[in-house]
């Protein structure tokens, strides 16, 4: 939910969101890449690391969960299967606070994005367009040669609207890359 900061041009300008409560800034274990390699096969063993340090270390038991070591502590989690095509089944861990499915856990609480609270950060950007805005005046505008002052006039306002819309996808962008760079907005 986003809350309007006074005396601010745009909604979420001067607001600092914490950035580990954001996705794209924690680690996380993916379901399928561990299937994709194997160690997800009864028995296997992985390593997770990030950035170079160990932080995680997976065990197979069976087909049905893994356990987890952080820290000394294990935890379990639970894998469940669906069938979304015809003899094509699809993995994904079960969530060990709240027991819905996800292909994500993030370390080190091992629980899913739900569970933390975690938001995307393209979720704390400006969520307003001019774009419905610029295709109505276009509609107005009409033919040129029936109402010239108007054509014109609504011209110049589609003009002012474009430039505002360009203006704030160039903050978008440089919000993203800023979170895909990893500075702080």
């Not at 160039?170 to 760079?181: I, Q």
Request: proline share 6%.
């Amino acid at each position: 939910m986003l809350f309007p900061v006074a005396n601010h041009p745009e909604p979420n300008q001067g607001r600092v969101f914490p950035s580990l409560r954001l996705v794209e800034r924690r680690a996380r274990i993916d379901c399928w890449a561990l299937q994709r390699a194997g160690a997800l096969t009864p028995g296997a063993e992985a390593v997770i690391t990030v950035n170079g340090e160990r932080v995680a270390q997976l065990r197979a038991l069976s087909g049905d969960r893994i356990i987890a070591t952080i820290d000394g502590g294990e935890t379990a989690i639970p894998l469940t299967w669906d069938m979304p095509m015809h003899r094509c089944p699809r993995l994904w861990f079960q969530c060990p606070s709240c027991h819905k499915r996800c292909r994500h856990v993030y370390l080190p609480e091992l629980r899913c994005r739900r569970c933390l609270a975690l938001e995307y950060s393209v979720q704390h950007l400006v969520q307003h367009s001019n774009a419905p805005r610029i295709a109505q005046l276009k509609r107005l505008r009409g033919n040129p040669q029936r109402r010239r002052a108007r054509y014109w006039r609504l011209s110049v306002q589609i003009a002012q609207e474009e430039a505002k819309l360009a203006v704030s996808l160039r903050r978008f962008n440089a919000a993203v890359e800023d979170v895909r760079d990893g500075q702080q907005r």
